[in-house]
C-alpha cells in the first residue's frame, strides 16, 4: 500500500510539472512584473521563421501579394483584444505600434501556421537594447468560417487573450 500512494504521488507531481506554466522570473510569464507602471507597451510581430501553410514565409509571401497588409490587420486584431481585455479589468497599459515608447516590446513570433489560423509560436519580452527578458511558447486557436486573414485574426485575438490575462496576473 505504501508503494501504491508512493507511486500515485510521484505521478501527480510529474503531472503537475508536465502542465505547469513556468513563472521564473528568467523568462517565464511572471518577467511580465516588468511591465507594471506601463501605460504603452510596444508590441511587434515576428513572422520571418514561420511555416505558413506548409511554406516559408518568403514563399508565402510571394505568393500573397496581400501579406504586407494582412499583417497590419492581424497585428490590429491582437491589439484591440489586449487593449479590450486589460481596459475591462481597469488595467491601465494599451499595447501597439509605439517604437517610441521607452523600455520594453512585447514581440509575438509565430513559428507554425495552419490554414484555419491555428498557431504555435513564442512571445518575447525585449528590453530596449533587444535583449530577450522573455520566451514563452503560446499556442493559439484560429477561426472556423472565413478567409485565411479572418481566421489568422482570429487566431491572434486569442493569443491576445491569452497574453492580457497572463498580463493581469503579474503586472497589476
Known sequence: MKLFKLFV??????AMSL???????QGGWGT????????????????????IQAKTEEQFSAEEPN??????EVAEKFYQEFNNRVFKANVPVAVGSF??????????????????????GR??????????LMDVPIKAKGGVFGSF????????????????????????
Open 67 to 72: 501579406w504586407g497588409l494582412a499583417q497590419e
Open 19 to 25: 502542465f505547469a506554466i513556468p513563472v521564473s522570473a
Open 99 to 120: 517604437p517610441e515608447a521607452d523600455g520594453y516590446t512585447l514581440c509575438i513570433k509565430p513559428s507554425n501556421i495552419l490554414r484555419n489560423g491555428n498557431f504555435v
Open 32 to 51: 511580465l512584473a516588468l511591465l507594471k507602471g506601463q501605460t504603452r507597451v510596444n508590441c511587434s510581430f515576428d513572422y520571418s521563421d514561420s511555416v
Open 123 to 132: 512571445v518575447l519580452l525585449l528590453d530596449a537594447s533587444g535583449e530577450i
Open 149 to 172: 486573414w479572418n481566421l489568422l485574426g482570429d487566431g491572434m485575438k486569442d493569443a491576445a487573450k491569452t497574453v492580457a490575462y497572463r498580463y493581469m496576473d503579474f503586472a497589476r
Open 9 to 14: 504521488s510521484a505521478l501527480a507531481v510529474s
